[in-house]
């Protein structure tokens, strides 16, 4: 009998053994000062100027938890648990949403890749890999009002593993409505999107597509009477970006373009189609110290506008986890055009509903400069 207790207690520990798994709790604290000159004042007649302290302008403050248990034979289980907040106020997102940017359970294998199933930041998120500024608050996203940043609920996503240089990444996220793209019972349309990239020691390319649906209609757009959404939350993204890397220097050029379906009478002003360029470079002067400059440009068709985000910044590494930003941007824009430095909502700017929007007054400018700091664990 004692034999056989002991060689059950000697397999049981070749099992635990086997199946090792680990848990990480890991984290992201941003905060600066920030100055921006060219806000709308309250009736949206005029220009003023603000100082505030600002979480999340280098990048989005966040803390979260992941784990993996080895399955054997190559196989591997994940979780990811991630959220969002404000080092200025501690406030954590809104809408009751405790993980709102990854809540992802899934499994690996070496071999043919890593599927996972719950919510991730959506594959248009992909662009970060080649925004010189990383997709700061004064970047590629301001000038598409936020569109690159968004989450997306109801996913499944597969990353396949590298095979001669090339990757492949998907995302499929269910409507959830009893229509299949959305009809107005749940608060996303149906979105997905198809990723491939090559990389080598020279230069890496990206083509992307993804397709975010209107929730209310399952259209690619919104036909709403007045509404000015448009691309800037709906609609096709077709996506091509380079980095190449020259020593200390590397190079980034992109194109980015976003086309709507299913609206009708669309008022002048309101654009249905954007194209965004950008180009930068950013110089890594030693490995502590990084200098970088970028040029960011979009139109908006329809009487949209263009507009042109010139920036210079850098950063200044203390140690592994701690660095010192700085950033130096101006917004111009044409006659018909507000875009701002910073995300912000379609329409005109000042005291609205939905609250203060900080777009220019069109055809105005606006000029800003923060300077940070940054702690990961």
């Not at 448009?230 to 020593?247: A, D, I, K, T």
């Not at 609206?263 to 180009?279: I, K």
């Not at 440009?297 to 263009?306: F, P, R």
């Amino acid at each position: 009998m004692k034999k056989a207790l002991l060689a059950a207690a000697l397999m049981s520990a070749g099992v635990i053994a086997h199946a090792q798994s680990s848990v990480t709790l890991y984290g992201r604290l941003d905060a600066g000062v920030e100055y921006i000159s060219g806000l709308p004042n309250a009736n949206y007649n005029g220009s003023t100027s603000r100082w505030r302290l600002e979480s999340g302008d280098w990048g989005t403050s966040l803390w979260g938890m992941k784990g993996v248990e080895d399955l054997g034979g190559g196989n591997k289980a994940l979780f990811q648990l991630e959220g969002s907040f404000s080092t200025a106020t501690g406030a954590g997102p809104g809408g009751g949403e405790l993980f709102n940017r990854w809540a992802t359970v899934g499994m690996s294998n070496d071999q043919f890749g890593t599927l996972l199933l719950g919510r991730e930041l959506f594959i248009s998120n992909g662009v970060w890999d080649f925004d010189p500024f990383g997709q700061s608050n004064w970047s590629s996203a301001s000038l598409v009002r936020g569109r690159n940043w968004p989450q997306s609920s109801n996913n499944v996503s597969y990353q396949s593993p590298k095979l001669y240089g090339f990757d492949v990444y998907g995302q499929y996220s269910l409507s959830n409505s009893t229509s299949w793209n959305g009809n107005g019972t749940t608060p996303q349309g149906r979105e997905d999107g198809l990723q491939l990239t090559y990389t080598n020691s020279l230069f890496q390319v990206r083509g992307l597509y993804d397709e975010i649906r209107n929730p209310t209609t399952g259209t690619l757009g919104d036909p709403s009477a007045g509404s000015v959404a448009g691309p800037f939350s709906f609609g096709r993204e077709y996506f091509g970006g380079v980095n190449v890397f020259l020593g200390q220097f590397k190079i980034q050029a992109v194109y980015q373009g976003v086309r709507t379906s299913g609206e009708t009478n669309v008022p002048f002003g309101t654009p249905t189609t954007t194209d965004q360029e950008w180009g930068g470079v950013t110089w890594q002067a030693t490995p502590a110290a990084a200098l970088i400059a970028a040029v960011y440009h979009v139109n908006a068709n329809n009487g949209g506008g263009n507009g042109t985000i010139y920036t210079i910044g850098g950063s200044y590494n203390l140690s592994k986890r701690t660095l010192l930003d700085i950033q130096v941007a101006t917004a111009r824009n044409s006659k018909t055009a507000n875009f701002g430095l910073d995300a912000n909502n379609p329409g005109p700017g000042g005291d609205t509903s939905a609250g203060y929007n900080e777009n220019p007054l069109q055809g105005h400018s606006q000029t800003g400069v923060y300077a940070g700091i940054q702690h990961s664990f």
